[in-house]
């Protein structure tokens, strides 16, 4: 048996997806920089992708710029702010994803950028009243939020956000990783200057990405050394990549409704299951267990810690059902959650993040929960059986 929710970190790749890049693989191979037939259907390929995507996000082609990722798009977007507009303030918040957080402590020991942590409420939540105190005290700063939570599916209204931050000049940036593809994200009017995405999360191939830049804002060049990309990212596209990108999307906003139905309904189910088992010092993490203020996918719990140091994510693991623990990205560099740990500093028990996919089914939600079900109740057994013993002797 091998059930999957860890899907706010990967997803398995869509068959049409991987049908559409393969022609791209060893039938188109030309280089898109090349000056024959080949070459320029190549690049017509790239150029049709990069319309796909602005097309689905009310964006114009020339705004989308194509990255090896979301980390690489979130370093190009920051560095660029700050360098074009010689920005000296920073606001995000400590539950940022770790590719802003890390980029903008280097900044702030190498070039002395004042850094500022906008105030969260109990579940997470961007406290705007504070936000707008402090631009009304650093104005023209960089703002970065990230528009859906990796770990805790909490929404940030982009919109308020927007509105807040231009009213002092300030320019804006947000990871929409997590939300692009699942719920509706108009870059066009949504007032963000940069936003970033990643194919890997909507069913797509690993090591693509793109930057969203606005035409009005100031880009610098990433990569020296070729043409590619208007000039500001040297090297040879990932052209299968690419189209493979594209068409995830467009499968992605095609069923978008459908999908998010499907979702909040394999959520729904995973919340009642949990709660029946009536386990103390168990509860939800941040926003996750609401279906309208977190993303459908994903669903965060702390549960009770279980006796002699086991982790409820082995037993899973064990079981063949895989979860997580937090960000993937953590997990190399073994630490535990940031974002829980901002938000529940004094919390003890194990929190684990389950995220779902298209390909989730109703059976497997049940399987997991009764999976967890067992877990529990074979260690309260143990205990009681331990204890038991103790008073015998």
Same mark, same amino acid.
């Given at each position: 048996?091998?059930?999957?929710?860890?899907?706010a970190a990967t997803t398995a790749i869509d068959s049409e997806v991987l049908n559409a890049m393969m022609p791209y693989l060893y039938r188109y191979y030309g280089n898109p920089s090349s000056n024959h037939s080949l070459g320029r259907k190549v690049h017509e390929a790239i150029e049709t992708s990069r319309k796909t995507i602005a097309d689905i996000l009310n964006v114009f082609p020339e705004e989308i710029f194509f990255t090896s990722g979301a980390t #690489?798009?979130?370093n190009w977007a920051i560095t660029s702010s700050l360098d074009a507009y010689r920005i000296k303030h920073i606001i995000t918040s400590p539950i940022e994803h770790k590719s802003i957080l890390e980029t903008y402590t280097e900044h702030f020991y190498k070039n002395k950028i004042k850094l500022s942590f906008v105030n969260l409420d109990k579940k997470g939540n961007v406290n705007l009243g504070h936000l707008t105190k402090l631009l009304s005290e650093n104005p023209?700063?960089?703002?970065?939020?990230?528009?859906?939570?990796?770990?805790?599916?909490?929404?940030?209204?982009? #919109?308020?956000?927007s509105e807040i931050a231009k009213t002092y000049r300030a320019v804006v940036h947000s990871d929409t990783v997590q939300s692009l593809g699942k719920i509706q994200l108009n870059l066009g009017t949504n007032g963000v200057d940069f936003a970033v995405g990643s194919a890997h999360k909507?069913?797509?191939?690993?090591?693509?990405?793109f930057l969203f830049a606005r035409k009005?804002?100031?880009?610098?060049t990433l990569l020296h050394g070729g043409g590619q990309e208007r000039g500001y990212?040297?090297?040879?596209?990932?052209?299968?990549?690419?189209v493979g990108f594209a068409k995830a999307l467009e499968i992605?906003?095609?069923?978008?409704?459908?999908?998010?139905?499907?979702?909040?309904?394999?959520?729904?189910?995973?919340?009642g299951s949990l709660l029946k088992l009536g386990l103390d010092d168990f509860e939800f993490n941040g926003e996750s267990d609401s279906l309208t203020?977190?993303?459908?996918?994903?669903?965060?719990?702390?549960?009770?810690s279980l006796p002699d140091n086991k982790l409820l994510l082995n037993i899973l693991d064990e079981q063949g059902i895989q979860v997580s623990s937090g960000s993937a990205c953590l997990n190399l560099s073994k630490g535990g959650s940031h974002v829980i740990s901002s938000l529940y500093p004094k919390s003890d028990g194990e929190n684990v993040r389950f995220s779902f996919s298209k390909y989730n089914s109703l059976f497997e939600i049940d399987t997991t929960a009764r999976a967890i079900a067992r877990a529990f109740r074979s260690e309260k057994r143990k205990i009681v059986v331990n204890e038991l013993s103790y008073v015998h002797a």
């Open positions: 048996m091998n059930i999957y929710l860890d899907n #690489e798009a979130n023209r700063s960089l703002v970065s939020l990230m528009h859906v939570n990796n770990e805790i599916g909490n929404i940030t209204n982009l #919109e308020e956000v909507i069913h797509g191939p690993k090591g693509i990405g009005r804002t100031t880009l610098n990212r040297g090297g040879t596209e990932n052209v299968a990549s690419i992605a906003d095609q069923n978008i409704e459908k999908n998010k139905k499907h979702l909040a309904f394999l959520k729904e189910r995973l919340i203020n977190s993303l459908p996918n994903i669903l965060n719990a702390r549960f009770p």
